[in-house]
């Protein structure tokens, strides 16, 4: 189909998958100071409510709870689909491969359908997971990773292959303009407690002087992401030109064990750090090369790590005095 000229009209339309999520929910902010109309699915299997209740009477804002691995109905124009729907943490898909590997293959050709019927341009929030093990560091779009597909993390990894595939296929076969965004590592706000990635972990732990658990010796490597720089490389990468995947991440690098040791020292915790076996596949490097985010979009995260975990730490702080944890409700069914 052609390519339809997005809505000259002063608030275009766009839909979120996972508009509840941690990233979704902050992507749907970003859209609604940006005078866009926001529609946000969600079936809150990862995601909450309380990340949009704030939008309650926003004349502007949606919200669906749905499966998005069902059929997608909306009246009217779209403009924009930006697919984030997806369990992210390696403790959710590990609890939920097959709704995992559902929503990457049955999710992204509902959204992609929907986007095509529309005439929307398409965003993929795809990730550095389809690395895998990386053999290459750091990361380069042009690098096609090292993945096993019949270990646990299989079914998050293959599922966006699959995903990236897919999107392309409707960028080759239907001409629906796509955008692929490889994003790494991201932390901030509106994580769940106990949603077992490192950052929540880590600042959970501390704030309770509990002790932190490392896993392996700590050797391996992450590259933090704070959540708003995140939000403005996909916002970007959505209003830029090319259908090429492009790694969204901050490339500062460290060590699990360095970042444990930042985390007990900006929390001022007593904790201790104990070291717990390393999970099966845990990618022993990672960190973007983001020169084609910085030649493409004029994109670079500006957050530090320290300014950005201070804020983090507040959240995680409101949130343990609340006594919430904003676990999602798994339904385990497939
Ligand atoms: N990790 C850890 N302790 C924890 C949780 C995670 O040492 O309590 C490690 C994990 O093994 C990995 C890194 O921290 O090497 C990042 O894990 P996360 O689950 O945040 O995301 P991943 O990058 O593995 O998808």
């Keep these: 189909m052609a390519k339809k000229k997005i809505t000259d009209a002063k608030n275009p339309v766009s839909v979120v998958t996972g508009g509840a999520g941690f990233l979704g929910s902050h992507l749907v ?8 109309q926001v529609v946000a699915i969600d079936n809150l299997v990862t995601g909450a409510v309380e990340n949009v209740a704030h939008l309650a009477g926003n004349a502007g804002f949606r ?29 959710d898909y590990l609890e939920l491969p097959i709704q995992t590997l559902k929503v990457g293959s049955l999710g992204t050709h509902k959204a992609l359908g929907l986007a095509k019927h529309k005439g929307a341009r398409f965003l993929l929030a795809s990730t550095s997971e389809i690395y895998g093990d990386p053999l290459a560091h750091p990361q380069r779009e042009d690098y096609w990773g090292n993945v096993n597909t019949v270990g646990p993390r299989g079914c998050y990894d293959e599922s966006k292959r699959f995903a990236e595939a897919l999107t392309m296929a409707y960028h080759r076969q239907h001409q629906v303009d796509t955008r692929i965004a490889r994003i790494f590592n991201t932390y901030g706000p509106r994580m769940r407690l106990r949603d077992g990635r490192v950052v929540p972990a880590f600042i959970s732990q501390a704030l309770r002087n509990r002790p932190l658990t490392v896993f392996g010796r700590g050797q391996q490597t992450r590259s933090f992401c704070y959540c708003e720089d995140l939000i403005e490389g996909l916002y970007r990468l959505m209003m830029s030109r090319g259908n090429d995947p492009v790694n969204i991440g901050n490339p500062a690098e460290m060590t699990v064990l360095e970042f444990a040791r930042a985390i007990i020292r900006l929390t ?23 020169s084609r985010a910085k030649e493409l979009l004029g994109w670079a995260p500006r957050v530090a790590l320290e300014e950005g975990i201070v804020k983090t730490i507040d959240y995680f702080q409101g949130r343990m005095e609340d006594g919430g944890g904003g676990c999602g409700n798994f339904t385990h069914k497939a």
Excluded: M, N
Excluded at 66 to 91: C, K, M, N, R
Excluded at 268 to 290: A, C, H, N, Y
């Design 29 to 36: 902010d970003c859209l609604l100071a940006r005078g866009h």
């Design 268 to 290: 001022g915790s007593r904790s201790k750090i104990v070291f717990k076996p390393l999970p099966e596949d845990d990618p022993r490097q990672r960190r973007p090369d983001i």
């Design 63 to 91: 919200f669906i709870q749905q499966d998005v691995t069902e059929f997608l109905f909306l009246d009217g124009p779209v403009d924009y689909v930006w697919h984030l729907a997806s369990p992210a943490s390696p403790i």
